[in-house]
């Protein structure tokens, strides 16, 4: 769709991204796409809430209901079965957007059973032939168990998908970016920060921008935002009254890395492989800074990252203006937030099994368990004995204690199990959390399915 002339201010993009937004979520960052001049176009099972896109033109909205059915009410199954038998419509209905667009970006809240079916639509899309990206939002703490679960079950199926990137927003860190936010402004003061720092960068032109010195251009966007695996985005804003310096940049980076503003946090920058770094600056910080102090950050960042790509760009800002640095990071693992997420998932997956058994038959927990997000390190015989098995748990070293759990899938005796879980669960390293929630949860499965 095409805003209204008056929120015209200059949507010249680097590049065309049609934008799909799926299920409720979905819509609503459709829509503040749509005002930022993307082509956007919602899906949804619910009847009621694709009716209060309206700011959508109806040709850009799409009911897929099973059999006219409205919502999936977190049911997973009854989503993905409302996308499938909607197949043909769907694609028919996006071919015109995909021959309009250099490629999508496809975006949903994952935890409801329409959006956390992103991973099935990315598959109903691929006659398209376009490449896609992926944002997505994970559920609060507060969240239910369900949501949860249908959460991290379509983040690990997405990051076994063909995609070219994959970002994730943290619902969690709404409220501390936001403090005292309104009820009614919860979601749309969230979906606005991130759609605006992410336009900045496919911004083909900014207003304050008086001369470009080292442009970065749209292949250069194409390539960094293309880069398969995760990424992030961000920008942060200074005055300087001395000339910049390497430590300060890199400072400026490593924070924004981690996962700053509504990202998910943890992110292990070391691993990523594209990186892209605008600077913006008056003339008169730009002519105190060195040439050779911005190609050594190149170097420090490269070493780094042991050899990521790096795109730069340099452009001049009118005197008074701040400095400014925004950064894309793409290629990058999981971050801790993720591997939290999986173990509060297998920790109350547990419990909703007995609860859902009955009515919810189509809940597959052994998903869970079966997911393959990390490196599982080879796992030794240990002893036997409660004792020792104590003390490894408490030894120094993580791996030795992540051993240990690992090793715990061979005690049968629950009783002798549970109280070394709950000490693993205490550890303060996630991957031995995650390891004793998911033993705990086979726990959980074995005595519901006696
Ligand atoms: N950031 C952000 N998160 C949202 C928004 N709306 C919902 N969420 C999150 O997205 C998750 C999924 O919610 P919905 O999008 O309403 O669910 P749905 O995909 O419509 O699924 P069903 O209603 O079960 O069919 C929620 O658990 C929230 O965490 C939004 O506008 N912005
Ligand atoms: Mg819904």
Redo the contacts with the bound molecule.
């Keep these: 769709m095409k805003p209204s002339d008056d929120k015209i201010k200059d949507f010249r993009k680097r590049l065309k991204i049609g934008v799909v937004g799926?299920?409720?979520?979905?819509?609503?960052?459709a829509i503040e796409f749509a005002n930022k001049g993307y082509d956007a176009f919602a899906l949804?099972?619910?009847f009621s809430?694709l009716k209060s896109l309206d700011e959508l033109p109806k040709e850009s909205r799409l009911h897929v209901g099973l059999n006219g059915r409205s919502?999936?009410?977190?049911?997973l199954n009854?989503?993905k079965q409302s996308l499938l038998s909607n197949r043909d419509r769907i694609l028919s209905s996006l071919n015109a957007l995909a021959k309009d667009s250099d490629l999508f970006l496809l975006v949903?809240?994952?935890?409801?059973?329409?959006?956390?079916?992103l991973p099935t639509l990315v598959e109903i899309m691929r006659p398209l032939n376009i490449p896609c990206s992926v944002l997505v939002?994970?559920?609060?703490e507060s969240?239910?168990s369900l949501?949860k679960v249908n959460?991290i079950q379509a983040v690990n199926t997405l990051f076994k998908q063909n995609l070219n990137s994959v970002i994730l927003?943290d619902?969690q860190k709404?409220l501390d970016l936001f403090p005292g936010v309104s009820l009614s402004e919860?979601?749309?003061r969230?979906?606005d920060a991130?759609i605006k720092a992410f336009d900045e960068f496919n911004s083909a032109d900014h207003a304050y921008k008086i001369r470009s010195i080292r442009g970065f251009d749209s292949e250069d966007f194409r390539k960094v935002f293309s880069s398969r695996g995760l990424l992030i985005y961000g920008s942060s804003n200074f005055t300087l009254t001395e000339p910049l310096t390497e430590d300060f940049l890199l400072e400026q980076l490593k924070e924004l890395w981690k996962g700053g503003g509504?990202f998910a946090s943890g992110y292990d920058y070391t691993t990523a492989a594209v990186i892209a770094l605008i600077l913006y600056a008056p003339k008169s910080i730009l002519e105190a800074t060195s040439a050779e102090m911005f190609e050594q950050v190149n170097r420090t960042l490269k070493n780094l990252t042991k050899g990521a790509a790096i795109y730069t760009g340099i452009y001049e800002l009118e005197e008074g203006r701040p400095t400014r640095i925004s950064t894309m990071i793409g290629k990058m693992n999981f971050p801790d937030r993720v591997v939290n997420l999986l173990s509060q998932a297998s920790i109350e997956g547990q419990g909703l099994a007995e609860k859902v058994r009955k009515s919810r038959p189509s809940l597959d927990l052994g998903e869970i368990e079966q997911m393959d997000f990390f490196t599982i390190l080879s796992q030794e015989p240990l002893t036997n004995d409660m004792d020792s098995l104590i003390e490894s748990l408490e030894d120094d070293d993580p791996d030795v204690r992540l051993r240990t759990v690992l090793s715990l899938n061979t005690i049968g005796d629950n009783d002798r199990l549970h109280p070394l879980l709950m000490k693993a669960l205490k550890d303060n390293d996630n991957r031995i959390v995650v390891e004793a929630a998911k033993i705990l949860g086979n726990m959980g499965n074995s005595q519901v399915a006696e």
């Design positions: 799926l299920g409720q979520c979905g819509g609503n960052l949804n099972t619910s809430d919502g999936a009410g977190r049911d009854l989503g949903a809240g994952l935890g409801g059973g329409t959006g956390s079916n939002t994970l559920p609060s969240e239910s949501t959460a927003i619902n709404i919860y979601y749309s969230a979906n991130v509504l």
